[in-house]
């Protein structure tokens, strides 16, 4: 079996953990290593050997092997990987690796290695690319892989209680346990505050200044609201308010987003921004959607209607919600500043203003999304 070099070795599966731990995966740094140690033994461009490989090092529990299913197929071709007694059909693992010190170096070997640096998928390179510039192939890729993202948010304590082996301590079945036990102190219960998913609402930009950019970001809000369930909600934004909650219920992604795009009756027109968040908030805000809630707002800044009314409604989300994010995809643009009027107004009220232009930009926002504490 010929090795290939370590170094190519190391970044393709580093960069495969970092995908599977954007997912919520269990991918740590210890089972990379194993993970590393077993493809020494393996033939690391046989795909089915990678992926059993992965599998038994990098789940830590039953939970993990859905999980790692979307992420292997994702990151390495793009076909649903089907777990059970027989091994995946065998294809390409697209990475390209050096061959190892004293390999033959014959015309075929040359063939060979020409091939396979012809199919590099350059998913570690493409993390990095502006969506909007991207070809037809390789944005099915990102597709591919912002599916898999994980953007649930964090869960946050309840006013209720709940049973729980440590904690505050509960009198009412103490006492209750006591009188069972004949009068004997016996056994103190005790009791903890209960914890539920703090909602995330995602408000998409759909207007003419963001068409390159909003196919993307409604993907990732499609990846939110199936991480998230029914504590996730997505409008888009541009010249109507539209609830698009429901279409992202899909779960496959492409049927969802065709789905969005019936639903959507603004593609591509004006923006105004202040007009649509003041009615998100006299509509939905009563009810207690953004109250608590992260709130993302997925736009350009480029308003149209009045800003003082934008930055009124900013700062009327930032006293209900328990945190604003703010994706602009041109902030990744060199010399960036935020002097559009829509944006400066909205600046004050944001708690974290990042890009979401690309795919790692959008696992950046996961993170931002999932780090919420209560």
Not at 17 to 24: C, D, I, N, Q, Y
Not at 202 to 230: E, I, K, N, Q
Not at 348 to 357: A, E, K, V, W
Request: charged fraction near 30%; include cysteine; proline fraction near 6%.
């Amino acid at each position: 079996m010929t090795v290939p070099g370590d170094r190519d070795l190391t970044e393709t599966i580093v960069g495969f953990a970092r995908t599977l731990r954007a997912a919520g995966g269990s991918a740590d740094p210890e089972r990379v290593q194993a993970m590393l140690r077993a493809l020494d033994h393996l033939d690391v461009l046989d795909r089915s050997d990678v992926y059993w490989a992965g599998r038994l090092t990098l789940c830590a529990d039953p939970d993990d092997l859905p999980r790692y299913d979307r992420c292997f197929a994702a990151y390495f071709s793009g076909l649903t990987a089907r777990p059970g007694r027989r091994r995946p059909p065998p294809a390409v693992v697209r990475r390209t690796f050096a061959a190892a010190p004293g390999a033959s170096g014959g015309g075929e070997d040359e063939e060979v290695r020409e091939a396979r640096a012809a199919m590099v998928s350059g998913t570690e390179v493409l993390r990095h690319r502006d969506v909007a510039r991207l070809g037809p192939d390789e944005r099915a890729q990102v597709d591919r892989l912002v599916a898999a993202l994980d953007a649930a948010a964090a869960r946050r304590r309840s006013r209720r209680f709940a049973p729980a082996p440590r904690g505050r301590l509960d009198p009412g079945r103490t006492v209750r346990e006591t009188l069972r036990r004949g009068g004997e102190i016996s056994l103190l219960r005790h009791r903890a505050h209960r914890t539920r998913p703090r909602r995330v609402v995602l408000l998409v930009d759909v207007s003419g200044s963001m068409r390159p950019y909003a196919d993307t970001l409604l993907r990732f809000a499609h990846a939110a609201a199936r991480s998230g369930g029914r504590d996730t909600e997505v409008f888009s934004v541009g010249t109507r308010l539209t609830r698009l909650t429901r279409e992202l219920r899909h779960r496959d992604p492409d049927a969802a987003m065709a789905a969005v795009s019936e639903a959507i009756p603004d593609w591509s027109g004006g923006t105004r921004l202040g007009e649509e968040l003041k009615e998100f908030l006299d509509r939905f805000g009563q009810r207690g959607m953004a109250r608590g809630a992260v709130v993302v707002i997925a736009s350009d800044g480029w308003e149209r209607g009045d800003a003082g009314l934008l930055g009124a409604q900013m700062a009327r989300l930032h006293r209900l919600a328990y945190r604003v994010v703010w994706a602009n995809p041109h902030k990744a643009r060199p010399g960036y500043e935020p002097l559009t009027a829509g944006m400066a107004a909205a600046l004050p009220h944001i708690d974290d203003f990042t890009s979401g232009h690309s795919l790692d930009a959008l696992e950046h926002l996961a993170r931002l999304i999932g780090g919420s504490r209560a």
